[in-house]
């Protein structure tokens, strides 16, 4: 048999000696080996040490009234409203909604939208002209007709009030 | 302490939020338009004023030559007055503007029959016009019954005066 180490798959024949999943054949020939390889010798004694702990280990016993208080622990989380439960999970957004709604604020105050409240004007010019195409000239006639009819009945008073004809 | 804190953050806020408006350069109240309200015929006549000569021309283009000279003699009138005559007048005209639509017709219709008058006779219903607008109603209605007004003015123009009266203010 050829050294596991040498071979690299010494760690699955060491786990295999040691739980006896081995063959009878492979375990007699690891063995034939082992009495020659030192370095497997000391590696089989020490893994063998290793399963032996863990087959000495005990777990420790339940107690009578685990099981009851698991339960009564589930039916005490089961009770808690969906809001609570809510509540917990909006926690650690709290302070992220404040930084927002902080930068928000800044925004408002000092981004480019407050500064130019109304879109850009078109130049005068191009201005002027839409209002010439847009102007009612009916209206403006109107306006003026009535503005010339008013301005013919405004003329300063020149004779005293209440003064008769020809007298 | 935190309760001075937050005041002291609300004052900051406070500041930060009208410093803007204090920032806004004095000016007349200005009188918004509703939404779909036409614009004023006062606004499209300071509007042409404001024009250059040559957007006024492409304004006037749209009428046929002898109501474009009217509008052009009415308009440069318009633009030449004084700031105080201009004022003097939209004040008068908005006034005019705000009487129903039938009656600025009456009133136009009035004015028409004035025109008829002789010249002389026109510069005496106009004087008394203006005496009559200053008055209050009750005053207005005391001098239209009055001998003296009677005796001053023939039944046409004593009818024309009258109804004029009636529809100021």
Same mark, same amino acid.
């Given at each position: ?167 | ?48 004023? *404001?024009?250059?000569?040559? $957007? @006024? ?5 749209? %009428?046929?030559? &002898? !109501? /474009? ?55 005496? *219903?106009?004087?008394?016009? $203006? @005496? ?5 109603? %009750?005053?207005? &209605? !005391? /001098? ?26």
């Amino acid at each position: 048999m050829r050294c596991p180490v040498e071979v690299g798959n010494d760690a699955e024949v060491l786990v295999a000696y040691a739980t006896g999943a081995m063959t009878p054949a492979e375990q007699e020939a690891f063995e034939l080996h082992m009495a020659e390889c030192s370095a497997c010798r000391e590696a089989a004694s020490r893994q063998k040490a290793v399963w032996g702990a863990l087959d000495a280990w005990r777990a420790p016993d339940v107690s009578a009234d685990f099981d009851g208080r698991l339960q009564m622990r589930i039916a005490v989380h089961d009770r808690v409203s969906w809001w609570r439960r809510l509540e917990f999970s909006w926690k650690p957004a709290i302070p992220v909604g404040i930084a927002c709604a902080a930068l928000f604020g800044v925004f408002l105050l000092h981004g480019p939208a407050l500064h130019t409240v109304a879109p850009a004007a078109p130049p005068a010019a191009v201005q002027s002209q839409q209002d010439a195409q847009k102007m009612d000239v009916e209206e403006v006639e109107r306006a003026l007709d009535d503005m010339d009819m008013l301005k013919q009945l405004d003329a300063p008073a020149s004779t005293p009030a209440g003064s008769p004809e020809g007298s | 302490m935190t309760a001075l804190r937050f005041a002291a953050a609300l004052m900051l806020a406070a500041g930060l939020l009208s410093a803007p408006a204090a920032a806004r350069p004095p000016g007349p109240p200005a009188r918004w338009r509703q939404p779909g309200e036409p614009p004023s015929p006062l606004d499209l006549l300071e509007r042409l004023r *404001m024009m250059s000569p040559e $957007q @006024r021309e492409l304004f006037l283009d749209r %009428l046929p030559p &002898q !109501r /474009r000279a009217k509008v052009e003699r009415h308009l440069r009138n318009y633009i030449d007055m004084t700031d105080a005559e201009r004022a003097r007048l939209r004040e008068q005209y908005e006034v005019f503007h705000q009487l129903p639509p039938e009656k600025q017709q009456v009133f136009r219709n009035l004015f028409a029959r004035f025109l008829n008058q002789p010249p002389a006779r026109q510069e005496l *219903m106009r004087d008394e016009f $203006q @005496r009559l607008r200053q008055m209050t109603p %009750l005053q207005r &209605q !005391r /001098r239209l019954d009055s001998f003296q007004f009677r005796r001053r003015f023939r039944p046409r123009e004593q009818e024309i005066l009258g109804r004029l009266a009636m529809l100021l203010p």
